[in-house]
Each structure stands twice: as C-alpha cells, then as structure tokens.
C-alpha cells in the first residue's frame, strides 16, 4: 500500500450511489450539486437525474473519460462494486449513507465540504490498496478489492482442493477457500477465523472454508495462488460476482495489475479495525 500526498482537480466527477436507496439517491442529488457549484462535469448513475450533469446506465460507461474522482454513496457493497467497475487509478471518495458497517468508507455526508475544501488545496492522501484478479481457461475474471471466494457448485460432494502457492502445494478436502487482500482481512476471511491484516502489508490470506481437518488461515506474498478443484465450482468476486470453473481446470489469482486507490482526509493505521469496534 502506498500513501501519497496531493492535490485533486475535480474537472470529471462521478456519483454513484446504493442501488435501490431513496436515502443514498438523493444523497447523491445534493453532492452532484456541490461539485456543480465548483463549475465540475459531474456524471450520475441511474436513476439519479439533475438537471446540469450528465446521466449514463453504469461506471463502465465512463471509461473513455478521464475521471478526477468517483465519489460513492451506500456502504461496502457500493464501494466494492464501484472499484470493480473502475479498471484504471481513479482516486474514489467513499461516503457512508445507509450502509450497514460502513468499514471502507472515509466520511459522512457531512464531512463533504471539508472533504472537498481539502481536496482543492492538497490537503489529502491517496491511498493505494491491493485488489486480486482471478483467471480460468485463459479469461480473467473481474477484479476484486477483497476476497475471491472458491466453491463446490455441487453442495452435496466435498470437493478437494489443491492450493499451490510458490514452491508449495496444500493438499485438501473443504467446501471451498478464500483469498482475501489486506482489505478484505476484515471481511469474510475474518468471519472464518481469519487474522486481521494490515492494510499496508502486500500479501495475501488464504483461508479454508469448513476444510475436513483443521486448516488455519495462511498468509503468503502477493504473488501468484493456483488452485485446482476435483468438482466444478463458482468463483465469487466480492460476493457480488459469480463466474464458473470445471473441475480440474486451474484457477490463478494473483495481485490485479491496477490498484484501488482512496482519498484519505488524514492518515491513520488499522481503519478497518477502528470500525470493527476495536
């Protein structure tokens, strides 16, 4: 993870809001608003629609556009799908508006005008994290900010499977395995018994799903994981994508090519452990 120091402009700025939230929605009216009155182009998502910006389907829309900065609007969810969507840097602001935890987000609505006030005079940090991208028969799959998630398709069979990861090679029955970044150390990997990462570190957490002997969670360095499973099995991006993977086919999961980046008001260590309550 990287820490830098900088200033934004703010000539192309997207909007993105919750799906299916009226609150976030019109959250999302009031920030297109500010950043109208900072003379930005500013885009919104539908079905957000105000008269002065310029309304498209999905993020994916805009990737002919130099964005400045994508601010997001609803909780995890919002934000991981957004950085699924963004392939390229695009520095993305994440406001907490009915989201449940909220463990990636960096302000409250409230915060907005200090936020954009520091922006303006290079009073932010942008943070670089790590995302992981999965391939199969030789597509890759979108990438993913926290975890991919590995699984049996068919819930009556244990599936083996064998991670590989340089010059090692784990070796066993499970219903499936996570490999989560440091972001997603917190996330479904923590719920398994997981250890909670710093987000600075480049390294991954394989995690065991319900594996037939007892099989701690393994953290290795960012380089490439293979796994190959004895049945067909779904990999889940995010918990939001599914792709599929026939058995026997290796599956490759390595560092994604492209960071996710955050616009930080200050800097502090271990966020996502703060937000967790601890």
């Not at 799903?209 to 190959?228: F, M, Q, T």
């Amino acid at each position: 993870m990287q820490m830098i120091h900088t200033w934004l402009k703010l000539n192309k700025v997207a909007v993105v809001s919750k799906f299916g939230s009226k609150e976030s929605e019109d959250a999302a009216t009031k920030v297109s608003k500010k950043f109208l009155s900072k003379k930005s182009t500013v885009f919104t998502i539908a079905p957000v629609k105000l008269e002065g910006t310029k309304q498209v389907d999905t993020i994916e829309e805009l990737k002919k556009e130099k964005l400045d900065l994508v601010v997001t609007l609803g909780g995890d969810g919002t934000t991981l799908r957004a950085f699924r969507q963004l392939r390229n840097e695009v520095p993305v602001l994440t406001i907490n508006v009915g989201g449940n935890r909220g463990i990636l987000s960096e302000i409250t609505i409230d915060e907005l005008d200090t936020a954009i006030n520091q922006m303006l005079a290079g009073k932010i940090i942008l943070e670089k994290r790590t995302r992981v991208v999965a391939s199969c028969a030789g597509k890759d799959f979108p990438p993913a900010l926290n975890e991919i998630y590995i699984n049996r398709t068919n819930l009556t069979k244990t599936a083996e499977f064998e991670i590989k990861f340089q010059n090692d090679t784990v070796k066993q029955k499970m219903d499936g395995v996570i490999i989560a970044t440091p972001s997603g150390s917190t996330g479904h990997s923590f719920s398994l018994g997981g250890p909670i990462l710093h987000e600075s570190l480049d390294v991954l957490i394989i995690t065991p799903v319900a594996p037939v002997y007892r099989l701690e969670s393994i953290v290795v360095p960012d380089e490439k994981v293979e796994i190959i499973c004895s049945h067909d099995c779904n990999v889940v991006m995010d918990a939001q994508v599914v792709k599929s993977a026939g058995f026997g086919e290796p599956i490759t999961i390595k560092k994604y090519n492209k960071h996710a980046v955050f616009v930080r008001l200050k800097k502090r260590g271990l966020r996502q452990m703060s937000k967790l309550g601890f």
